[in-house]
């Protein structure tokens, strides 16, 4: 710290050439000029040698305190004494000393003047050092306090930038390892300027270059920019730390979420299979006992049981696409009306006697989505409705544009959903901790692919109670454009 | 409805889809013939020369799109594609290259025995000349006239939405690729024109549809294309 600090003030000797000097010279020459008039006033009133020697200490005291330098010291010490001379000992007016005792006086006047002008200087240099050190360790704290509260690389990137434009009134440019370049225009990257690096734990993480003025950039605006560098190290590789672990936890959410998949499903396919073989084996051991009808009703039960396990594999293999990488979708500019079609002629065989009333905008709304996961979005709402309302009850499935959202909306008169489950209901397997019960159907394994298509399409979806009854499940994705009805 | 005498060959190379599908067409009065590999498909339409071809595109030997190019070649025959879900692009890219329609499994024995009424409507119609009237419910179009009626009522098609009814009329019961409607309009087929046939698509089924949710006559199959009603 002491040599970081040494530094500064020779820099600034330096900076202050013949200007300071002269500076100094005409301190202590007004300074000296007034002790002489001082004294020259107090000897024509008959005060003593005594006291005019007084004020030429004074004197060179003062000449120190304003110039803070023991060389303008020394001279001035010189100064008074051969001034002490000419004016005041005898024979006045001459550098002859004629007494003895004056020139002991003289002498230990310009030892005495030496040893406290010395010691005035070295307590100003003391005094500064001191204001240094506060100037630094007040600048560390505010680079390090700054740096504190950034995140991401961009922004860790910019505050240095910007301190090091505060502090130094240099431009900078930094470029990461992994190809990142923040600071300049693109048009105008700078050619020139000093590159220092940007240090990390194990290897340096990228580069700074600062672009100087014409005067170079100078130590203590080095010292500066090493400084906000080393704290951008940091600051980064936090960053990086930061992100890693970010990533373990997602991949140990990811295993676990995995795991209960592959729990739910197992117990979402156990039923409907034991109901197949049982089916098929009783309609295998006991074909002639069985009458017509019977095994009518055995046949279709068993169609039945396997549509369901159909939709269940439609919907397992979607949320396999989603758990993979972040459900890839490939959006299409899709006609509404196609989408909606689709979805209700998918369920026109599983209504089993509820009216589906279906209503669009008036005007042909396109907007861009996978039209193939909206659609299981909508049969899974659809297959949803079905699933918790008695036969015969109606169903709304409702499409209108709202500013530039396209917004769906699938309702029943229902029980409705339970309050307890609004918030979850969009979870994939809320029951994790529950008991399956085997007798009911159906895990949040619909509702959540539906939270996650709709979310990867950059909408959102809500469930909700409406308030004549029933179950009302909203969702909406972005539109674009809609086109006129010609 | 029965088969009479109309010959199907099934290429699949799953034993119990294969078998099921047979037993249901035979059980249509449906003559059929069933194999296991892409060599003996091919070997057993230059021998029998069936009327109709049900193609897997999963075959372990072959690639479906080269089977369905060099049956073409032999003779033009209504082949239909049975594809696994999610195959979007392999689907057009079979429709594309001359494949009549698909059916995605799993599917219903109902929605393959339609679709098989279709192709065999298609080889009763090949040899007629094209129809100046065309009548489906309450869907009227005098071609000669270019006259749309929904009903009693005359309905005003741009030329476009005309354009593309016809199309699809021509086209009726097959899946019509946007990039097949696309060249039959204009040429040729670009992005920005899947979007266009999209838009006029759903204007046009505003007006000849009684409820444009549940058509009658125009069917979606997203992220493939559209198809027109035939029965």
């Known amino acids: 710290m002491g040599q970081m600090l040494q530094r500064p003030r020779k820099g600034k000797m330096k900076g202050k050439g013949w200007n300071a000097h002269f500076l100094q010279v005409q301190n202590t020459a007004v300074v000296l000029a007034v002790a002489t008039a001082l004294s020259l006033g107090a000897n024509a009133l008959g005060i003593g040698r005594e006291s005019v020697t007084m004020i030429y200490l004074l004197g060179v005291l003062m000449v120190t305190v304003l110039t803070g330098n023991?060389?303008?010291?020394?001279?001035?010490?010189?100064?008074?004494?051969?001034?002490?001379?000419?004016?005041?000992?005898?024979?006045?007016?001459?550098?002859?000393?004629?007494?003895?005792?004056?020139?002991?006086?003289?002498?230990?006047?310009?030892?005495?003047?030496?040893?406290?002008?010395t010691v005035m200087s070295l307590l100003r240099q003391q005094r500064e050092l001191a204001q240094n050190n506060e100037k630094t360790t007040r600048l560390l704290y505010e680079f390090a306090g700054g740096f504190m509260h950034v995140n991401g690389e961009k922004n860790i990137a910019h505050k240095g930038m910007e301190y090091i434009l505060r502090h130094t009134g240099c431009s900078s440019l930094v470029t990461l390892n992994e190809g990142a370049v923040y600071g300049g225009?693109?048009?105008?990257?700078?050619?020139?300027?000093?590159?220092?690096?940007?240090?990390?734990?194990?290897?340096?993480?990228?580069?700074?270059?600062?672009?100087?003025g014409i005067s170079g950039i100078g130590n203590e605006n080095e010292l500066v920019i090493k400084t906000v560098a080393t704290l951008m190290g940091t600051a980064l590789e936090r960053e990086s730390i930061y992100s890693e672990r970010e990533n373990i936890r997602i991949a140990m959410e990811r295993e676990k979420m995995r795991s209960t998949f592959l729990r739910s499903i197992a117990h979402d396919l156990r039923t409907p299979l034991t109901a197949l073989a049982g089916l098929g084996n009783l309609l295998n051991e006991n074909y002639d006992t069985l009458t017509d009808e019977q095994r009518k009703e055995l046949a279709q039960n068993m169609s039945e049981e396997t549509t369901w396990l159909m939709n269940l594999v439609e919907n397992i293999l979607n949320m396999t696409r989603i758990n993979e990488d972040r459900l890839i979708i490939h959006k299409v500019e899709e006609v509404v009306d196609d989408v909606v079609e689709e979805a209700v002629r998918h369920m026109s065989g599983l209504l089993h006697g509820r009216a589906l009333e279906v209503s669009l905008p008036d005007e042909v709304v396109t907007a861009p989505m996978d039209g193939k996961l909206i659609v299981q979005v909508l049969v899974n709402l659809l297959d949803n409705a079905v699933r918790h309302t008695p036969e015969g009850s109606p169903i709304g499935l409702k499409v209108f544009t709202q500013k530039d959202k396209v917004v769906f909306e699938v309702s029943d008169n229902g029980p409705g959903i339970a309050p307890d489950l609004l918030n979850t209901v969009f979870d994939s397997f809320v029951r994790g901790t529950q008991p399956v019960s085997d007798g009911k159907r159906g895990i949040g394994l619909g509702l959540a692919i539906c939270r996650a298509v709709v979310e990867a399409h950059g909408g959102s979806i809500k469930a909700e109670n409406s308030v004549e009854?029933?179950?009302?499940?909203?969702f909406h994705i972005p539109g674009k454009e809609s086109h006129e009805r010609e | 409805m029965s088969g009479n005498s109309v010959k199907i060959l099934i290429i699949e190379d799953d034993k119990y889809i294969a078998d099921f599908i047979a037993l249901t067409l035979r059980q249509h009065d449906y003559a059929c013939q069933t194999a296991a590999s892409a060599a003996e498909g091919l070997f057993l339409y230059s021998?029998?020369?069936?009327?109709?071809?049900?193609?897997?595109?999963?075959?372990?030997?072959?690639?479906?799109?080269?089977?369905?190019?060099?049956?073409?070649?032999?003779?033009?025959?209504?082949?239909?594609?049975?594809?696994?879900?999610?195959?979007?692009?392999?689907?057009?890219?079979?429709?594309?290259?001359?494949?009549?329609?698909?059916?995605?499994k799993p599917f219903h024995m109902g929605e393959l025995m339609a679709r098989i009424r279709v192709a065999q409507r298609k080889l009763a119609r090949q040899s007629d000349t094209e129809e100046s009237t065309y009548c489906l419910d309450n869907l009227k179009i005098d071609v000669l006239k270019r006259q749309v009626f929904?009903?009693?009522?005359?309905?005003?098609?741009?030329?476009?939405?005309?354009?593309?009814?016809i199309i699809m009329i021509r086209n009726r019961g097959r899946v019509l690729t946007h990039n097949f409607i696309a060249k039959e309009v204009w040429g040729y087929a670009e992005t920005e024109s899947a979007q266009t046939i999209r838009v006029v698509m759903a204007n046009l089924r505003r007006k000849i549809e009684k409820e444009s949710a549940k058509p009658r006559h125009i069917l979606t199959e997203i992220g493939v294309g559209y198809r027109f009603a035939d029965e």
């Not at chain 1, 010490?77 to 004016?87: A, E, H, K, P, T």
């Not at chain 2, 009327?51 to 073409?72: N, Q, S």
């Not at chain 2, 009522?153 to 009814?165: A, F, I, Q, S």
């Open chain 1, 185 to 212: 225009s693109a048009n105008e990257r700078m050619t020139g300027g000093t590159a220092f690096q940007i240090p990390g734990v194990s290897q340096s993480l990228g580069s700074l270059k600062v672009q100087a």
């Open chain 1, 469 to 474: 009854g029933g179950a009302k499940f909203t």
């Open chain 2, 150 to 165: 929904v009903g009693e009522d005359e309905v005003h098609l741009t030329p476009l939405e005309y354009r593309l009814l």
């Open chain 1, 70 to 117: 023991y060389v303008s010291g020394f001279a001035a010490s010189i100064i008074s004494v051969m001034l002490l001379n000419f004016f005041f000992t005898s024979p006045t007016y001459t550098f002859v000393i004629s007494q003895s005792a004056d020139l002991i006086t003289l002498l230990f006047f310009l030892i005495t003047a030496m040893i406290s002008g």
């Open chain 2, 47 to 104: 021998a029998n020369r069936p009327d109709i071809v049900l193609l897997d595109l999963g075959l372990p030997d072959r690639d479906g799109l080269e089977i369905i190019k060099e049956i073409l070649d032999i003779k033009e025959t209504p082949i239909l594609i049975v594809s696994a879900r999610g195959q979007e692009k392999e689907k057009v890219e079979a429709l594309d290259a001359g494949a009549d329609d698909y059916i995605a």
